[in-house]
T-cell receptor, first 117, second 110 residues
């Protein structure tokens, strides 16, 4: 079974621009979560989507948004990029169902490394 | 939300040595995972272990849920074991949100 895939793998953007990152979960997985990793803050939860609905949200400004499509693929968007948005963005999928809950193993993609200049 | 603490932050060992990494969490967890982050940034799943003991080759893990800690054991270390090891937990109140520790950076010297 193919793993979680993320595109693009690397991205360089300028302050003020916006960016869209894509994540395809493991086949059959309907829950997709996004995390940001920076040297200063470590790994932090952004949001989780299930059945095209945002089910959980972390403590990030509204410039960070996401969506999920009917095939469970997910995108996240960052508008008005700031230097501090430079990070590794990781996507994870799990087999969590309608009732949700944390007791499902999460599997991570290779990440998208975003550099904002 | 839960707090996750990892120790030690750094560990330097000779090839062939054994190591123990620890993860303490502040509340009950329904999900506890150990990951190895490779040099390219990908988190590789090592164990899904909210309780009990599991083994996979030279690696094993034990979670004592009642005492809120988990241990990752690496035996006969190899240079390819180098990297950062993370534990992450999730409680019922956090749904799918995994809270990560700050990691243990393991360096294996040939």
């Amino acid at each position: 079974k193919a793993g979680v895939t993320q595109t693009p793998r690397y991205l360089i953007k300028t302050r003020g621009q916006q960016v869209t990152l894509s994540c395809s979960p493991i086949s059959g997985h309907r829950s997709v979560s996004w995390y940001q990793q920076t040297p200063g803050q470590g790994l932090q939860f952004l949001f989780e989507y299930f059945s095209e609905t945002q089910r959980n949200k972390g403590n990030f400004p509204g410039r960070f948004s996401g969506r999920q499509f009917s095939n469970s693929r997910s995108e996240m968007n960052v508008s008005t990029l700031e230097l501090g948005d430079s990070a590794l963005y990781l996507c994870a999928s799990s087999s969590a169902g309608t009732s949700g809950g944390p007791s499902y193993e999460q599997y991570f993609g290779p990440g998208t490394r975003l550099t904002v200049t | 939300g839960i707090q996750v603490e990892q120790s030690p932050p750094d560990l330097i060992l000779q090839e062939g040595a054994n190591s123990t990494l620890r993860c303490n969490f502040s509340d009950s967890v329904n999900n506890l995972q150990w990951f190895h982050q490779n040099p390219w940034g990908q988190l590789i799943n090592l164990f899904y272990i909210p309780s009990g003991t599991k083994q996979n080759g030279r690696l094993s893990a034990t979670t004592v849920a009642t005492e809120r800690y988990s241990l990752l054991y690496i035996s006969s270390s190899q240079t390819t074991d180098s990297g950062v090891y993370f534990c992450a937990g999730a409680s019922n109140f956090g749904n799918e949100k995994l809270t990560f520790g700050t990691g243990t950076r393991l360096t294996i010297i040939p």
